[in-house]
């Protein structure tokens, strides 16, 4: 049997986690070229087939499979050696692959990006906002937020903070519309919100708990789109109380009786949350959610209306 090295290994946990030459090689900030090679010497040296090719990608052969166990319990070793050494922050590289909310994802690189940097300056983050989840257990991801945690088993998911929301519209639209007092007052209001279809997560399908008879006229699968709407005076949004504060031309509306309450969760597959990289990632994350995690509330809504029940 020929000599191989960690390197190696990295390399072949880099294309069993991803199942793609193209996704380890953005991992290991190479070329795909590079990482085919580094397979193909692994298995020389082995003298066995680690992986079958096949148009999906590479999936792990049955000797494979037995690899990773051992190749991941290296790996392990090594980030705690780095860890030791070096202490929690620098010893942490690599790609880390995020997938957040669209929200979630501007509050992280306003409030945390910065101590982020600060804590793992050897990590190249990747910070997905699309409107869908992300698969973990292909590895698409190495870390998600979102606002329902998965009953799957496969996957550990812990809280990270609270936020609220509120219906709010330009000060410029209520001057020139009929006012709102209660709740049935909003059917005379059009609407801003999401496409009912591509809602990625129950949470986010909240307008029948405001009315069950409001439908929205302009919709929109980002939140940033109808935060511009709202802005330009087209109607009432639901809005994530930490993004609209942002903007003194916005006006809450029935402030004290329309207050919804969702959670970010974080979420990983069970096989990443060991790992030191990832787990100190994750204790950062629950940290901030803990310090930080009250400015995501709107604290005079919340003492008037968190008694309130949704429209019945």
Not at 134 to 159: G, I, Q, W
Not at 187 to 201: N, R, S, T, V
Not at 274 to 303: C, I, K, Q, Y
Request: proline content about 6%; hydrophobic content about 40%.
């Amino acid at each position: 049997m020929g000599n191989f090295t960690w390197d190696d290994l990295q390399f072949f946990l880099a294309v069993a986690r991803t199942g793609q030459l193209s996704r380890a090689a953005r991992q290991l900030r190479t070329s795909h070229v590079t990482v085919s090679r580094r397979i193909d010497r692994l298995e020389a040296a082995l003298r066995m087939r680690l992986f079958e090719r096949n148009p999906r990608g590479y999936e792990l052969t049955p000797v494979g499979r037995r690899l990773i166990e051992t190749a991941e319990r290296m790996e392990a070793e090594t980030e705690r050696m780095q860890v030791d050494l070096l202490g929690d922050g620098p010893g942490q590289r690599g790609v880390l692959r995020m997938a957040v909310p669209e929200g979630f994802g501007s509050w992280f690189s306003r409030v945390l990006l910065g101590a982020f940097t600060d804590r793992f300056p050897n990590i190249a983050l990747e910070l997905i906002t699309l409107p869908q989840i992300m698969s973990l257990s292909r590895r698409e991801a190495d870390l998600t937020v979102t606002l329902d945690p998965p009953k799957a088993s496969p996957y550990h998911s812990e809280k990270i903070a609270d936020y609220s929301l509120h219906i709010y519209a330009a000060r410029s639209y209520l001057a020139d519309h009929p006012p709102v007092v209660k709740r049935d007052d909003l059917l005379k209001h059009p609407f801003i919100g999401y496409i009912e279809e591509m809602i990625f997560a129950p949470g986010l399908d909240y307008l029948g708990e405001v009315h069950p008879g409001i439908r929205a006229q302009f919709k929109s699968s980002s939140i940033f789109n109808q935060l511009a709407a709202t802005r330009n005076a087209l109607g009432l949004c639901v809005l994530p109380y930490y993004i609209a504060r942002m903007f003194p031309d916005l006006e809450l509306v029935l402030a004290g009786e329309v207050v919804l309450r969702r959670t970010y969760w974080l979420t990983c597959h069970r096989d990443v949350r060991p790992l030191p990289r990832e787990r100190s990632v994750m204790s950062f994350l629950l940290e901030s959610g803990r310090t930080h995690g009250r400015s995501l509330l709107n604290p005079d809504a919340m003492r008037k209306g968190e008694a309130n029940t949704p429209y019945e």
